[in-house]
């Protein structure tokens, strides 16, 4: 049983496109993150999650779309996709907002071509 | 000043080898800290949790020091198993609790 799963595992759209990435645990944990990592391989923190409201936005572009429907689930959606946004998108999940270990999923590789 | 800074690598080392990894952090508030290992092309994973009074796992060693702001972890006895990017984690707790990566130090044992 997949503590952390997000789907798609891989994604490959055109510019200007419009998507979406779907995340769940089911550790009942009460916060959830969105990180990117870039192809120098920096991990950074986009998003932060707890018991679905929005703590942490990191000057991200207003075209990523953060989205919890409940504490179980994190999905984030990309509006007008650019070459610049291609990058593996990690969800994770704390007990206890940055007190506690992260788990991460298996990450979405997104491709911008 | 970077919040969490790293030793650059790669690191190159025979197995059987003892490697030091070192992070600083910037904040002085930050309550939690870890090291997390990443293979290539997964998810990162935690290694362990650091602890003010250092802790051990087997081969790996993690120490704190609060004054310095500064984190290490040991690995002794390297394997090839090993081989992987280590990435200190520090909370920034005054800020809503954000982990910070460090941008990770690639270790490859060799045979």
């Known amino acids: 049983d997949t503590a952390v799963s997000q789907t798609p595992k891989y994604l490959v759209t055109q510019m200007g496109n419009d998507k979406s990435i779907k995340c769940e645990q089911n550790?009942?944990?009460?916060?959830m993150y969105w990180y990117k990592q870039d192809s120098k391989k920096f991990l950074k923190i986009m998003f932060s999650?707890?018991?679905?409201?929005?703590?942490i936005n990191e000057t991200v572009p207003n075209r990523f779309s953060p989205k919890s429907p409940d504490k179980a689930h994190l999905n984030l959606h990309i509006n007008s996709l650019e070459l610049g946004d291609s990058a593996v998108y990690f969800c994770?999940?704390?007990?206890?907002?940055?007190?506690?270990?992260?788990?991460f999923g298996q990450g979405t590789r997104l491709t911008v071509v | 000043r970077k919040e969490v800074e790293q030793d650059p690598g790669p690191f190159n080392v025979p197995e059987g080898a003892t490697v030091a990894f070192n992070c600083t952090y910037s904040?002085?508030?930050?309550?939690?800290f870890f090291w997390y290992r990443q293979d290539c092309r997964k998810e990162p994973k935690l290694l362990m949790s650091?602890?003010?009074s250092g802790n051990e796992d087997g081969r790996f060693t993690a120490q704190l020091n609060r004054a310095s702001q500064y984190i290490s972890l040991l690995i002794r006895d390297s394997k090839l198993s090993d081989s992987a990017t280590y990435l200190c984690?520090?909370?920034?707790?005054?800020?809503?609790?954000?982990?910070?990566f460090g941008q990770g130090t690639e270790l490859s044992v060799k045979p």
């Open positions: 994770a999940s704390s007990q206890e907002m940055g007190l506690t270990e992260a788990f």
């Open positions: 550790l009942g944990h009460d916060t």
């Open positions: 999650y707890n018991n679905k409201e929005l703590i």
């Open positions: 904040n002085s508030a930050s309550q939690s």
């Open positions: 650091v602890y003010s």
């Open positions: 984690v520090v909370n920034i707790g005054n800020q809503g609790g954000k982990l910070i």
